[in-house]
């Protein structure tokens, strides 16, 4: 049987999108989901709030150096850019002139919305314009926002190990939760749902990796419903594949973020000036919503959610957004080639870069992707024998970067790679040489980016999330930070090397200590070493990999804790604030240390890793890898 046709409704103040398995809602001419109906149920989106607090793009902008303001954003013109039996899209502009300065961000702004035959589901995407000339702005956060109705969404998933029945948000008001350290997190006192007693809910606890983040999104068991955003590519998410992202939480509010300083701070607030003309495509992102039988299991419906993501990433780029800013498969180009490693010290053979992360970045210096927030980027997973392939490249002129697990530093080729729409681009057999001056003397960690693999604490048992007991992802616990203070109540950590276990004996953080009046001091640890055969005239290297740092600095003294001067200090760094927010890394920092022979003593040696900055809790270093190198060897 032949499926139904697409159709337009239009109602009063509303246009309603309807392919006979779902209809949804949005105001004319402010482009806002208010409906969305869908087996048999009105409205999956919060009823009880007002029309637009439901469905909405929102932004956060300001003037340079002025307090960021919150924006939903609403069109001022409503058009119909297609309408067949096989496909809906429509479009609600807000257009900018002068006459608006001040009031809203100097941006054109598109929003488009697309319904296909026989489609369970619906998807959108925005242009964002500016033109030459227009005031300077800064653009803090861009996102789609659902919120689904509380009476029905109360289970949501984003992974297989991450997923749970939710508090409800009335269980977030006063009288229901005791509030924490930051507002985003509260203990449960008195939940709707008894068996929440006592669990700390805290968004940051559902945030994800943009790598990671390709669908999530909430369950009704009464009827079995479940709605799901879908993200089948990051090319417009900002700052690479590790950058953080919230997804869903309590609400129950699902989020399709495009960019944040979350996990980055400014350095991924794009600054837009008035002489740079800009344009960008957000999406399109994939809201699916699907249905079981009475008597199934609805826990089923997650399982369909991540087919149906494996069906939108497949089909990307999409063929049927009407819009020329968005660029279909065949005005995109491809690049494959192979990474090799050279690192003689490890082999005198190179090494195939299994797993390596590579990508193409707007034009910058060795590891400026990270930072990169404005324009598109595209990446991949090498195989283990260093091979890629980055498919469906928007044409324009780009860097290649990688990085590759177990080696510290970044990789950037020379040359400039020019995307052209239809080309593949072979670059053939890359090499990569780490940094590295002489032989390992000693290492602590994994060079892979994160703290995961250090000591992560067991929580304070009066605030636990229940999820994440006797889970991989144990550092997303609240309260870790206060951890230290009692496993270190009066001298700080010492690692022996030789002795000490880097996943039982090297704290995931170094974070300030609480003293007894509640106030916080600086900390210092010491890694301890023998060194039997000294070269006092040469130079040892010591390679510092920073995960994640908050307002912090890491000062390096050698067998004098007490010199005024340090040997190195990265002076005041970081605005990640991943140790509140649960995050493991942030923006990864590399700093290499020359330390000279003269500092050092035949038998034991100790280096000071002194954090000095103490005015809160979360100020701190997440450390990625630490290693002390030989003098060359020639």
Known sequence: MATPGVRLHFQGRHVVMDNGILQVALSNPDGIVTGIRYNGVDNLLEVLNNESNRGYWDLVWSAPGSKGIFDVIKGTCFRVIVQNEEQVELSFTRMWDPSLEGKYVPLNIDKRFIMLRGSSGFYSYAIYEHLNGWPDFDLGETRITFKLRKD?????????????????????????????????????????????RGEVDDKYQYSCQNMDNQVHGWISFNPPVGIWQITPSDEFRTGGPHKQNLTSHVGPTMLAMFHSGHYAG???????????????????????????????????????????????????????????????????????GRLLVLDRYVSTDLIPANGAFVGLAPPGDIGSWQRECKDYQFWTRADENGFFTISNVRHGDYNLYAWVPGFIGDYKLDDLMKIASGSYNEVGELGYEPPRDGPTLWEIG????????????????????????????????????????????DGDLVYTIGASDYSKDWFFAQVPRRKQDNTYQGTTWQIKFELDNLIKDSTYKLRVAIASATLAEVQVRVNDPNSRRPVFTTGLIGRDNSVARHGIHGIYRLYHVNIPGSLLVHGTNTIFLTQPRCTSPFQGIMYDYIRLECPPCF
């Not at 969404?153 to 005791?178: V, W």
């Not at 699916?288 to 780029?317: C, F, R």
């Not at 992560?456 to 991989?472: G, T």
């Open 152 to 196: 029905k969404f109360n289970y949501m998933a984003m992974a297989d190990n991450r997923r749970r029945i939710m508090p409800f948000p009335d269980d977030r008001l006063p009288g229901r939760c005791q509030p924490l350290a930051y507002q985003e997190a509260v203990l449960l006192v008195n939940p709707r749902d008894p068996q929440l």
């Open 266 to 336: 400014l350095d991924l607030v794009p600054k837009i000036r008035a002489g740079e003309p800009w344009k960008k495509v957000f999406g399109p992102v994939f809201i699916y919503v699907n249905s079981g039988s009475v008597g199934d299991d609805p826990l089923w419906l997650w399982e369909d959610a991540k087919i149906q993501m494996m069906t939108e990433v497949q089909n990307w780029p999409y063929s049927f957004p009407a819009s020329e800013d968005f660029l279909k498969s065949d005005q995109r180009g491809n690049v494959s």
């Open 446 to 489: 994994i060079p892979d980016r994160s703290a995961a693999e250090f000591y992560v604490p067991d929580p304070d048992p009066k605030y636990v999330n229940k999820l994440y007991i006797n889970h991989p992802d144990r550092f997303r616990q609240y309260g870790l930070w206060d951890r230290y203070t009692e496993l270190y109540p």
